[in-house]
């Protein structure tokens, strides 16, 4: 329940506190004084498109604010802890603002949220009729939705299984389509693929091969070279040919710790030194070993290897140039082809067991729809006998509903069932569809009847109603205000009214007053009792607040207005 709505600057509005409370709460005022404005703010605030033309003129931004008296526990209080919001002691203030430039914020339980939150919360704590809200009950979707509200929890929960079969079934028979659709471009794609595959296992290319093979084709391709720089190196080591009586390293070396040991006995400092020269010696030998291992090692047929190197590199350059950039593209289409060809190669098997699963969920659909069909035509006979009484209630004595549900469709998501509702205004008059048939005033008393009778089953915290009466007068708008009251015994009902009729019934009374300045026109609002509210009601009977029979007319209406609820 909304316990209070504080407006700033939005529309004709300066500033203004509703304090609403439980109960059903009238808003009145002259026309042009804002009375939509305060519509507009709940929308505002239960996450509504913003509007930057409903900012007051000169201000930089409109801002709503209501204190929403909620339960500790439950969808609220779980969605608001979700955003960060606290709700004390019950109590839930939600905030909105819209600036002058069209930028929005909201805020939920004392913290920033998005506007979505706001929606969510909204769809939990009121029900919004507007004309336009009445017009959209001319919509098969809106009265689809009337019905399945009134048939309740075991609807809905026929419902979920059913949705859950029905994506179900959805899901596998779009995939068996496709798969159907690309059966011979998959088999195409397996073959190439295949032989791509058979490409790739031939060559059989591994990790790092192709640097590899670089290396050992640049080897091969300096072989002479290579053969000629190791046969120097070794006879500057260790050659059996002194050319010049030049000496290789070994004999130098050689010499050199024989020089140092001829003279060790006068000086021993010098033993390190001819050690080291005695290692030098031995590490070249062991070099002088390797380079004639690595010599006489020398492919004498290097260009018939080089020419197998050359040949493998093309191979793999093969590869690279139809697969990617590089080697490891290659790898990676060798190993993601192998997956994929496992996958295309299952499509029979796939196309039968999505056949089956197709034809068993068809099967499994067509008997929860049946079911959904069937506790949907039961409560359309319920229905349509419950807003029937509430019609003759409303000053439509004669009038008769009925609810139709054609189960005769193709499979959708809220069931096979397309639901009408007629209304049949007079005996013999042909019952026809509200979407066509009824008036203005008819549609709103057979909203505010769906409405009063689905709340006995779907209760809603709040109902707020913006001209529930327009289009009719008198002993109608009498019963309508008779109505609300009723409906407001087990919901807060706010309603926005131009009828004292549908006034008279409120236990809490607004009035939006309208004043100016000379300048720009504000409004505020403040609670009618007493002489004031007689004052207003006559205002609303004959548009003059100060007539004494207006005023007494009024009063008569307040007293009949009141024994009337007392009576039920």
């Known amino acids: 329940m909304i316990d209070e709505l504080g407006i700033r600057d939005l529309g004709v509005i300066a500033e203004a506190t509703l304090p609403l409370g439980p109960g059903f709460t009238a808003v009145t005022g002259e026309t042009g004084a804002g009375k939509t404005m305060v519509v507009t703010a709940l929308g505002l605030l239960l996450g509504a498109r913003a509007d930057a033309g409903s900012v007051r003129s000169g201000a930089k931004q409109a801002w709503v604010e209501g204190r929403w008296f909620v339960p500790g526990d439950g969808p609220v209080a779980e969605r ?131 640097v590899e093979l670089s290396e050992r084709s640049d080897r091969l391709s300096n072989l002479e070279e290579l053969r000629l720089a190791a046969a120097q190196a070794h006879a500057l080591i260790s050659s059996d040919e002194v050319v010049d009586d030049a000496p290789d390293a070994v004999a130098l070396v050689d010499g050199a710790k024989r020089q140092l040991e001829r003279v060790l006995e006068h000086d021993s400092g010098l033993a390190p030194i001819a050690e080291v020269l ?62 994929r060809l496992v996958e295309l190669d299952g499509d029979d098997e796939r196309i039968e067991l999505l056949a089956t699963s197709v034809t068993e969920s068809a099967a499994e659909v067509d008997r929860l729809a049946a079911r959904v069909t069937e506790l949907r035509t039961d409560a359309a006979g319920r229905l349509a006998a419950a807003v029937t009484v509430e019609l003759a209630a409303l000053a439509m004595p004669d009038a008769r509903l009925s609810v139709v549900v054609d189960a005769d469709h193709e499979p959708a998501v809220h069931g096979r069932d397309q639901v009408s509702i007629l209304l049949q205004p007079h005996p013999g008059a042909e019952p026809r569809s509200v979407s066509k048939g009824a008036s203005g005033g008819e549609l709103s008393r057979v909203m505010l009847a769906i409405e009063v009778v689905i709340a006995g089953t779907d209760p809603v915290p709040t109902f707020v109603f913006d001209e529930v009466d327009a289009g009719v007068g008198g002993a109608a708008a009498i019963e309508i205000g008779r109505r609300l009251a009723r409906l407001a015994e087990r919901s807060q009902v706010i309603v926005v009214t131009h009828l004292a009729q549908v006034a008279a019934f409120a236990t809490n009374h607004l009035s939006v007053v309208k004043g100016t300045d000379g300048r720009v026109t504000e409004s505020s609002v403040r609670r009618l009792e007493g002489a004031e509210r007689e004052a207003e009601m006559a205002r609303l009977l004959s548009g003059l607040a100060e007539s004494e029979s207006g005023v007494a007319h009024a009063r008569e209406l307040l007293e009949l207005a009141s024994e009337r609820a007392r009576t039920g």
């Open 80 to 210: 608001v802890a979700e955003t960060g919001g606290e709700i004390e002691a019950g109590e839930l203030l939600l905030g909105r603002s819209v600036s002058s430039e069209g930028r929005s914020k909201a805020v939920v339980g004392g913290r920033s949220a998005p506007i979505g939150v706001l929606t969510e919360l909204g769809e939990e704590l009121v029900v919004v009729h507007g004309q336009a809200d009445q017009q959209r009950l001319r919509s098969a979707v809106a009265q689809r939705d009337a019905l399945d509200r009134f048939a309740g929890a075991t609807l809905q929960s026929a419902l979920v299984e059913y949705r859950a079969a029905f994506t179900r079934w959805h899901a596998d028979a779009a995939e068996l389509e496709e798969l159907t659709a690309a059966h011979d471009a998959r088999l195409r794609e397996a073959a190439e693929l295949r032989e791509a595959l058979d490409e790739l296992e031939a060559v059989d290319p591994q990790p790092g091969e192709d």
């Open 278 to 339: 005695q290692n030098a010696g031995f590490l070249l030998a062991d070099a002088a070993a390797e380079l004639a291992g690595y010599i006489a090692g020398l492919d004498a047929d290097g260009a018939r290897e080089l020419e197998i190197v050359q040949e493998r590199r093309a191979q793999l350059t093969a590869l690279i140039r139809r697969h990617g950039t590089t080697l490891d593209d290659v790898l990676e289409f060798r190993r993601t082809g192998g997956l």
